[in-house]
């Protein structure tokens, strides 16, 4: 008892026991093959990072100057508080991604398997890709691009995408991938943040079979984008386009009579090498700063640790590279691997809603990854789609994004993986890099629902309100107690803003603005954002919980729980409710109500059911929290809404309640 009342403890009602080890015949083949194996190697970087991080630096990266010092990083408190990695050494990330496997003779392998929504493929190997970005690296010197400019993309799903951000990094330009739905709006924020002096775009791209017309888009934006000189447009669905002579140019013509010589740049390691904007919980977006070594090693090492790579794989991450996990899992990290990677331009269900398990049929995908709100619509669409192909080539399934419910875990254990491929539930942020924590499938036993235990070189500690540690299975705040090489080296522009969101609330260590849990057998469990936290009569209650609840119904396709505002409880529970196929009824929301108090206990029951066709959801997929909970306490959505998904849904939803 004196523990739950304990100042800033978060309780938890969720118990999960189901515990499903690794198969004999997966452990016996992994990088990683038991648990002792891991903790030793957890145990051995935690004692000593500098060491372990010094000897796989300079084996695994290519160095045209090494480094002197392996971490810089004045503890506790400088201001603002910034590690470096690698200081003194000189290296280049498309090098790593490119010449390296050449160099080491493999460049025949193919690195992308490209398919087109419209069922165009290419099929791109590492010296055709090495050919492509060394053109396009000079092409962007030919228009005056140098070292340390910025750089924005604006593309479809294209291999000219990731040829784009390879050819930057190729001669130290900084790249800024911003999202192909964001509106002209945010694009102009971005280049004016950024001081970007080029975009890359596309003519327009491909969704659901119709057009979606990305240049368009760009020319609206740079009306407002003082900074940009240049946009290079490539053509991917010969669509009519407006044309501004001096600074248009077809990404086809400028790289026709370039030269495919273009050795890469030797950066210093700290040598900025992109910035990612992400929405912070106010306020504009933060544009995350990433660094070349440290971000390089980091992304690579991830992938091989957690996805347990081997040459022969056929890896596919269904990210888009507007977002972080399309930067460190389809571009950096796999391809400094020297992995098969599949690239998909589409939709999930285009031309029909079986599109994804045709792809890893099609391409025998053995590695695949992909995110809980894909997973949910997979579930809502049926089984039918699923079975109609053979996905037996599967031995990984990962899930990023958001906490995954343990009732969809067990659906994509079954379904997709045939109750033999172990599940890596990563959890990270865009701030971090790369995977923080996540089974290491052939050593971590999977329970549904927690992404399990730290990567070697990191240290999670959870903090309470006082800045105390938590004990077993008290909620607090998650923190990171040290540097790791792919973490964040600041927001641009704003060093008093990243030192005050990351670095003030609990003094040197991350402060990663989610809440966790640890249980006994040491296995972490996200409980949501910090402010995601309900605080229900007294008991503070996580709305993933409430959630996965929910969707353990047979009726329920996808819920959102926030928090609104109560005379007698604080807060209570409104919940956001996508049925399966069964009508909306005030009987079902009964029954919902009781599921919930049947599953948690009667002080998560919630207090209103709305039911909705859809979520609205930000671009990557999230559902909107804040709007929601402006809703359910019946004021006007207020904010940056410049990311929903679809307006349509807020309005519905408003309709609903009048
Ligand atoms: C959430 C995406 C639970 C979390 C890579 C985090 C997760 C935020 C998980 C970062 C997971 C991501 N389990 N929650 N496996 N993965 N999150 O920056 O709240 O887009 O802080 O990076 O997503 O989102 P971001």
């Not at 660094?291 to 991830?302: F, I, N, P, Q």
């Not at 347990?308 to 596919?316: A, N, T």
């Amino acid at each position: 008892m004196a523990d739950a009342a304990r100042l800033g403890a978060i309780d938890t009602v969720m118990h999960e026991d189901r515990l499903f080890p690794p198969s004999a015949e997966f452990s016996a083949k992994a990088r990683i093959p038991s648990l002792a194996d891991y903790e030793a190697l957890w145990n051995e970087v935690a004692a000593d990072p500098v060491a372990f991080w010094e000897k796989v630096g300079r084996e695994e990266l290519h160095w045209f100057e090494p480094f002197t010092e392996t971490l810089r990083w004045d503890e506790p408190q400088s201001q603002p508080q910034v590690a470096e990695w690698f200081v003194g050494g000189k290296t280049n990330a498309s090098y790593n991604c490119l010449d390296k496997h050449i160099a080491e003779g493999n460049g025949d392998r193919i690195a992308l398997l490209w398919e087109g929504e419209p069922g165009d493929t290419r099929r791109i190997s590492y010296v055709q890709l090495h050919k492509h970005v060394c053109k396009f690296a000079n092409a962007l010197k030919s228009l005056g691009i140098q070292k340390g400019d910025r750089v924005s993309i604006y593309m479809p799903m294209v291999p000219e995408l990731v040829i784009a951000m390879l050819g930057c990094a190729r001669i130290g330009a900084v790249h800024s991938v911003i999202f192909g739905g964001f509106s002209a709006e945010a694009i102009a924020d971005r280049n004016n943040d950024a001081g970007a002096v080029a975009i890359i775009t596309a003519d327009a791209a491909w969704r659901r079979g119709k057009v979606l017309p990305l240049k368009q888009t760009v020319d609206e934006a740079l009306k407002k984008s003082p900074t940009v000189k240049h946009c290079i447009v490539l053509d991917r669905v010969n669509e009519a386009v407006h044309w501004t002579p001096g600074r248009d140019y077809w990404w086809r013509e400028l790289t026709r009579n370039a030269s495919d010589d273009c050795p890469a740049e030797p950066m210093d390691s700290e040598a900025p090498l992109f910035i990612l904007y992400t929405s912070g919980s106010t306020g504009k977006p933060k544009g995350i700063l990433h660094t070349t070594a440290g971000y390089t090693l980091w992304s690579k090492k991830t992938f091989e640790w957690v996805f347990d790579h081997r040459e022969g794989d056929v890896y596919w991450c269904t990210a888009d590279c507007g977002w972080i996990t399309g930067h460190s899992y389809v571009t950096y990290g796999p391809l400094a691997a020297g992995a098969t990677c599949v690239l998909y331009e589409g939709a999930p269900d285009y031309p029909d809603k079986d599109r994804f398990w045709e792809i890893i049929d099609k391409y025998n995908v053995t590695l695949f990854y992909t995110a809980p709100t894909a997973i949910r619509a997979f579930i809502k669409w049926g089984d039918d789609y699923v079975d109609k192909h053979d996905l037996s080539s599967l031995r990984v399934l990962g899930s990023v994004g958001e906490g995954i419910n343990p009732e969809a875990w067990m659906w994509y254990h079954r379904k997709i993986g045939g109750e033999r491929c172990p599940i890596v539930d990563t959890w990270w942020q865009t701030e971090t890099g790369g995977i923080m924590m996540s089974p290491l499938p052939g050593a971590i036993a999977t329970k549904p629902g927690s992404c399990t235990k730290p990567l070697p070189g990191v240290i999670p500690k959870i903090i309470d309100e006082v800045g105390d540690e938590c004990g077993p299975d008290q909620g607090g705040m998650l923190t990171i107690a040290h540097p790791w090489p792919g973490m964040l080296r600041g927001i641009w522009n704003d060093p008093e803003r990243y030192q005050e969101v990351y670095w003030s609330k609990v003094p040197g260590k991350y402060l990663a603005g989610d809440n966790a849990r640890c249980d006994k057998d040491g296995y972490y469990w996200i409980m949501g954002r910090i402010d995601d936290v309900l605080n229900v009569s007294g008991h503070r209650l996580s709305t993933i919980e409430i959630e996965s609840a929910l969707v353990s119904h047979p009726a329920v396709a996808e819920a959102a729980a926030v928090g609104r505002p109560h005379e007698l409880k604080g807060e209570a529970v409104a919940v956001f409710v996508t049925l399966k196929n069964a009508p909306p009824s005030d009987e079902l929301r009964d029954e919902l109500k009781k599921h919930v108090r049947k599953e948690i206990g009667a002080l998560a029951q919630p207090d209103d059911i709305r039911f909705t066709n859809t979520l609205p959801k930000t671009r990557s997929g999230k559902i909107m929290r804040r709007l929601l909970r402006d809703i359910a306490a019946g004021k006007e959505a207020v904010g940056d809404t410049s990311t929903l998904e679809d307006y349509s849904v807020l309005a519905s939803l408003r309709q609903d309640e009048e």
